[in-house]
Nanobody, 121 residues
């Protein structure tokens, strides 16, 4: 069973930084696109950023210039460096990945369980 395990959330003051990590379990053949989504209280889940296997990135306008996504393909891991955090960045952050569990199998969409980021003084 594929698992995505996030880490790095926590409480940070406005203007501070956090780095999130998400690692896919080893029982996979390949990982295509990876990304981060977030869900604030009483709001719908929204896209934060994505990165392809080739390194092309896409960001929500609200985080451009403050957040940076990166990945380590050898470790099947994606990172989210968050700088200049604002109270409105407070949310549960979810890792997402498109994964093949076997070489010729279908691409499937997987989600992590989420990690809470709270930006508050």
């Amino acid at each position: 069973q594929v698992q995505l395990v996030e880490s790095g959330g926590g409480l940070v003051q406005p203007g501070g930084s956090l780095r999130l990590s998400c690692a896919a379990s080893e029982s996979i053949a390949s990982v295509d696109a990876m990304g981060w989504y977030r869900q604030a209280p009483e709001k719908q889940r929204e896209l934060v950023t994505t990165i392809t296997s080739g390194g092309s990135t896409n960001y929500a306008d609200s985080v451009k210039g403050r957040f940076t996504i990166s990945r380590d393909n050898a470790k099947n891991t994606v990172y989210l460096q968050m700088n200049s955090l604002k109270p409105e960045d407070t949310a549960v952050y979810y890792c997402n990945a498109v994964i093949r569990t076997t070489t010729w199998g279908p691409r499937m969409n997987y989600w992590g369980k989420g990690t809470l980021v709270t930006v508050s003084s």
